[in-house]
């Protein structure tokens, strides 16, 4: 999520809007206001004590968050007209936190999901925390105040459509876009390039796949790990994975070491942190195959990164995933969670070289398709649409 609003913030001013992302204080140090680029500016709301809290918890503080907006869509502003035209809110909590201003300051709201609640008695991965109580109704409240609901999927769209009625007939499709120029084939990297980033000092010298993401059950790391252990000894590559955990699941990480050491995997896994967005790209470049064993994605990002950087995906066949990766051309999409089966698609890359480099090559091709820039053209037309239909 914060990739795609970076993207679309950045490409937006740069096509001359105004544009401000208003976020949570969560440390004493930010500045009230931090511009990023010319007219794109990022502020930072009171809103609970200023530090870290678990995600599970951060509904407490939507009612401090929406006051603070409130006072701040007047600040500066020129009477009778409120500082925006437009409020474009990112994940539920967001969306209850703007409905006092986009009502009481007669705005549109233009609202993205990014994930979306399990429903009620659905079966929760090992260690997944019950969802919030409070996100079913705060979803449907966000469907309800949306004058245009932006799904990053057509698998998303049918979700919420679904789900929230409401949505039904004001959904746009826009698939995010990737960075070329940063997620780029190991071949583009220029003279020089090797050993010149912090992460290089914490690859394998040798063949790795790579797995990033949040450390926790959704992403379904255990099974990267248990489909590491079944590939025959021979030719087992090292898996790298790349993430931390959020403060909800702490004990994560350690689960998951404990995993690597019954299955006697202690050098053929290595977990290297969270990484900043260019050691990720050489990361991803440098694997043989990028794994993405989450249980569910809205779409899968990090699965059009790997292709941009001409490397082969291996995912889970769910959801999103389905959009991300095209099964047979830019990666392998597994229908099941054997780990087996994952050994299995593993070790046809591994054994076949060539057929890694056509997928990649393929995803390479697909990605230079799916631009920030094109993606930007369609929220552009989504935001002219509404603007003009709302003030008509």
């Given at each position: 999520?914060?990739?795609?609003?970076?993207?679309?913030?950045?490409?937006?001013?740069?096509?001359?809007?105004?544009?401000?992302?208003?976020?949570?204080?969560?440390?004493?140090?930010?500045?009230?206001?931090?511009?990023?680029?010319?007219?794109?500016?990022?502020?930072?709301?009171?809103?609970?004590?200023?530090?870290?809290?678990?995600?599970?918890?951060?509904?407490?503080?939507?009612?401090?968050?929406?006051?603070?907006?409130?006072?701040?869509?007047?600040?500066?502003?020129?009477?009778?007209?409120?500082?925006?035209?437009?409020?474009?809110?990112?994940?539920?909590?967001?969306?209850?936190?703007?409905?006092?201003?986009?009502?009481?300051?007669?705005?549109?709201?233009?609202?993205?999901?990014?994930?979306i609640?399990?429903?009620?008695?659905?079966?929760?991965?090992?260690?997944?925390?019950?969802?919030?109580?409070?996100?079913?109704?705060?979803?449907?409240r966000?469907?309800?105040?949306?004058h245009?609901?932006?799904?990053v999927?057509?698998?998303?769209?049918a979700?919420v459509a679904?789900?929230?009625?409401?949505?039904?007939?004001?959904t746009?499709v826009?698939?995010?876009?990737?960075?070329c120029?940063?997620?780029h084939?190991?071949?583009?990297?220029?003279?020089?390039?090797?050993?010149?980033?912090?992460?290089?000092?914490?690859?394998?010298?040798?063949?790795?796949?790579?797995?990033?993401?949040?450390?926790?059950?959704?992403?379904?790391?255990?099974?990267?790990?248990?489909?590491?252990?079944?590939?025959?000894?021979?030719?087992?590559?090292?898996?790298?994975?790349?993430?931390?955990?959020?403060?909800d699941?702490?004990?994560?990480?350690?689960?998951?070491?404990?995993g690597?050491?019954?299955?006697?995997?202690?050098?053929?896994?290595?977990?290297?942190?969270?990484?900043?967005?260019?050691?990720?790209?050489?990361?991803?470049?440098?694997?043989?195959?990028?794994?993405?064993?989450?249980?569910?994605?809205?779409?899968?990002?990090?699965?059009?990164?790997?292709?941009?950087?001409?490397?082969?995906?291996?995912?889970?066949?769910?959801?999103?995933l389905?959009?991300?990766?095209?099964?047979?051309?830019?990666?392998?999409?597994?229908?099941?969670?054997?780990?087996?089966?994952?050994?299995?698609a593993?070790?046809?890359?591994?054994?076949?070289?060539?057929?890694?480099?056509?997928?990649?090559?393929?995803g390479?091709?697909?990605?230079?398709?799916?631009?920030?820039?094109?993606?930007?053209?369609?929220?552009?037309?989504?935001?002219?649409?509404?603007?003009?239909?709302?003030?008509?």
């Amino acid at each position: 999520m914060n990739v795609v609003i970076a993207h679309h913030a950045q490409e937006l001013a740069a096509r001359g809007h105004e544009v401000e992302i208003l976020t949570r204080r969560a440390d004493t140090s930010s500045p009230e206001v931090e511009n990023i680029a010319p007219r794109l500016r990022l502020r930072y709301l009171p809103a609970g004590e200023p530090r870290r809290y678990p995600k599970g918890e951060l509904n407490a503080f939507v009612s401090e968050f929406s006051r603070a907006m409130r006072e701040l869509a007047r600040r500066d502003g020129v009477a009778p007209r409120c500082r925006w035209d437009l409020v474009h809110a990112h994940h539920w909590m967001s969306a209850l936190a703007a409905e006092e201003t986009v009502i009481g300051e007669r705005l549109p709201l233009v609202f993205s999901y990014h994930s979306i609640a399990a429903p009620c008695g659905a079966t929760l991965a090992d260690g997944e925390p019950a969802e919030n109580p409070a996100r079913l109704a705060g979803e449907e409240r966000a469907a309800q105040l949306a004058h245009r609901v932006v799904a990053v999927s057509q698998y998303e769209a049918a979700t919420v459509a679904e789900r929230y009625a409401a949505c039904s007939t004001h959904t746009t499709v826009l698939l995010p876009g990737v960075d070329c120029d940063m997620f780029h084939p190991l071949a583009e990297d220029p003279p020089g390039v090797v050993g010149a980033l912090p992460v290089d000092e914490l690859l394998p010298e040798g063949p790795y796949l790579a797995v990033a993401a949040r450390l926790q059950p959704l992403k379904g790391i255990d099974l990267a790990i248990e489909a590491l252990a079944r590939v025959a000894p021979e030719h087992r590559p090292i898996l790298v994975i790349s993430g931390t955990a959020a403060e909800d699941y702490s004990g994560y990480e350690s689960a998951l070491r404990e995993g690597v050491a019954r299955l006697g995997l202690h050098d053929d896994v290595r977990f290297i942190g969270a990484c900043a967005r260019g050691c990720l790209a050489r990361t991803l470049r440098r694997s043989l195959a990028v794994l993405v064993p989450s249980h569910t994605e809205t779409f899968g990002l990090i699965a059009l990164e790997a292709a941009a950087s001409g490397v082969p995906v291996i995912a889970s066949e769910v959801s999103g995933l389905r959009e991300a990766v095209v099964h047979g051309k830019t990666g392998l999409l597994v229908p099941n969670r054997d780990p087996a089966s994952w050994a299995a698609a593993i070790e046809s890359l591994v054994n076949d070289p060539d057929y890694a480099a056509r997928l990649g090559a393929a995803g390479r091709r697909r990605a230079l398709t799916l631009s920030w820039q094109r993606a930007v053209d369609g929220l552009e037309k989504v935001y002219d649409e509404v603007v003009e239909e709302f003030y008509a």
